[in-house]
């Protein structure tokens, strides 16, 4: 666990993160984080919401050119909705193996994680379709 100072808005972070799935914006916490911390800036946030993920205490996940975060540091992928932008968690043992074994060819790198995102329609933006193979635990 990383040598850190656990800050007033840093536990507060941490606790709005923990446990949640659904992998918010800066400005999600922002707004969650302000109901307890009345005085806190978005900057803060931001600033703290970076270093958290710096010191491994969180992961960044970057969707469209948009950060998000989430408190779910175990090997894992995304699904991903085009149309609302949902974002799930989709955990394979096998295509984590595959990447990284893969990745090992590769020269020049060392290769240390892999994700890998999957974009499609989720079932309330298929319209409700039931054939969607993948029912999210969301």
């Known amino acids: 666990m990383a040598q850190i100072k656990y800050t007033n808005q840093r536990?507060?972070?941490l606790d709005f993160l923990k446990g949640n799935t659904t992998h918010p914006t800066v400005e999600q916490v922002y707004e969650a984080?302000?109901?307890?911390?009345?005085?806190?800036?978005?900057?803060?946030?931001?600033?703290?919401?970076?270093?958290?993920?710096?010191?491994g205490l969180i992961q960044e996940v970057n969707i469209k050119g948009?950060?998000?975060?989430?408190?779910?540091?175990e090997?894992?992928?995304?699904?991903?909705?085009?149309?609302?932008?949902?974002i799930f968690?989709?955990?394979?043992?096998?295509?984590?193996?595959?990447?990284?074994?893969?990745?090992?060819?590769?020269?020049?790198?060392?290769?240390e994680a892999s994700n890998t995102?999957?974009?499609?329609?989720?079932?309330?933006?298929?319209g409700g379709n039931k054939s969607f193979a993948f029912e999210p635990q969301n």
Do not use: W
């Open 66 to 73: 948009v950060s998000r975060f989430e408190p779910n540091l």
């Open 89 to 111: 968690d989709f955990e394979s043992k096998e295509l984590t193996e595959y990447s990284l074994r893969i990745a090992k060819k590769l020269k020049g790198m060392t290769i």
């Open 11 to 13: 536990v507060e972070i």
């Open 75 to 86: 090997p894992h992928h995304h699904l991903i909705c085009r149309k609302c932008g949902k």
């Open 117 to 126: 995102n999957f974009y499609g329609l989720c079932k309330k933006c298929k």
């Open 33 to 55: 984080v302000k109901k307890k911390l009345s005085r806190i800036s978005k900057a803060t946030v931001y600033q703290n919401m970076k270093f958290l993920a710096e010191k």
